[in-house]
Every structure is written in C-alpha cells, then in structure tokens.
T-cell receptor, first 111, second 111 residues
C-alpha cells in the first residue's frame, strides 16, 4: 500500500458527461500528479500540483482540469467525455519530485 | 521516435533465472531514472530509483544507468513466479515535470 488513495475505483458513464476523480496524497507529500494509462498510449503525465499551485502540465486535454485543495487532496475533472477517454487514471504523490508513489487508480469507462 | 523505447514482450523465463529488462531514451535532459512494477489493473509500484549514471542494488534487483548510451537496465536475480508483472521504466528531467514512461515489458516467470 503506497499510502495514496483514489476514489472511486470504477466509474461508468456516457459520452458527453462530466466526472470528477479524487486523490488523497501520502501524509506529508505536497505534490500531486495525475496520469492516464491506456493500452495504446501507455502511462502519460497529465498535470502536477504542488501545495495548491499548478506546477507542470503534460498531455492534458482542454476538456480536462484539476485542482489541489488546502488539505492537499486533488480532483481531476473530465468533461464532454468521449469513448477515447476510457482509461485508467492514476494519481501519484511525492515530497521530493523525483520519487513518486502511485495510488490504485480509477478505471473510467465511457459508453 | 518515442522519447522512451521499451520492448513490450512478453518475456518468459524459468523460475530462478536472471532477468534483464532494458529501456533506451532520446532526451539527454533526463536525470532521474526509475523502475516500476505493475500487476494487472493495479497502480505502479516503485522498485528502483537512480540519479545519473551508475549502478544501484537492492536485494534481488540491480538498476544500471548509462547516460552516454542513453540506456538503462533492470536485472532481477533468482526470479520468482511472484515477479510476473509488467515492468515500466520511467525518467524525469531536473525541472518541474512529470515522469516519462516506457510502454512496459510484460514478464512471465514460469514455475
């Protein structure tokens, strides 16, 4: 158990809908990272927050957004969902940026 | 050309064998190198972390980084059936950034 928690474990929704994924980092970690894992693209970095502020952006679509709250938990919002957004979404946290610990993931299915 | 290349396998070896997993990369700015293990539908688990070139050993695992060749390796000694998983190499630059992953190698240890 990495100490990173993610909810929900599974999410099934329809195209065009909006969902919110939640992540709680390990105790003491200030950075939260979001990744998307699909069969064709592999694990891809989406976005990083550090102590409430956006720190780095990766391959995040404009339909996706994230935030980190004062208690350091983070939410990833996915809107106008498409079939191709079906994937595993992972959150990772770190105290020092190079050592990231991953949560169990949220499996999103868009029908 | 992808930034990180990794043979997807599957790689099947008998129990007790030495396993060699490899990645090549093209971005000379990568400074931090990691290996993660991922069981089916689970979050990636950090196995090894190295900074710059050199070797690092932890139990049955040895990580090697050769920055001049842009090549990293993970060796697993005395392989066990429980080592059967997908092994992902990951890299990071020195700045604010997420991890860049290889596609992963599916490893099967035959009892």
């Amino acid at each position: 158990d990495s100490g990173v928690t993610q909810t929900p474990k599974h999410l099934i929704t329809a195209t065009g809908q909006r969902v919110t994924l939640r992540c709680s980092p390990r105790s003491g970690d200030l950075s939260v990272y979001w990744y998307q894992q699909s069969l064709d693209q592999g694990l891809q970095f989406l976005i990083q927050y550090y102590n409430g502020e956006e720190r780095a952006k990766g391959n995040i679509l404009e339909r996706f957004s994230a935030q980190q709250f004062p208690d350091l938990h983070s939410e990833l919002n996915l809107s106008s969902l498409e079939l191709g957004d079906s994937a595993l979404y992972f959150c990772a946290s770190s105290l020092v940026g190079d050592t990231q610990y991953f949560g169990p993931g949220t499996r999103l299915t868009v029908l | 050309q992808k930034e990180v290349e990794q043979d997807p396998g599957p790689l099947s070896v008998p129990e007790g064998a030495i396993v060699s997993l490899n990645c090549t990369y093209s971005n000379s700015a990568f400074q931090y190198f990691m290996w993660y293990r991922q069981y089916s539908r689970k979050g990636p688990e950090l196995l090894m972390y190295t900074y710059s070139s050199g070797n690092k050993e932890d139990g049955r695992f040895t990580a090697q980084v050769d920055k001049s060749s842009k090549y990293i390796s993970l060796f697993i000694r005395d392989s066990q059936p429980s080592d059967s998983a997908t092994y992902l190499c990951a890299m990071k630059t020195g700045g604010a950034d997420g991890l860049t992953f290889g596609k992963g190698t599916h490893l099967i240890i035959q009892p």
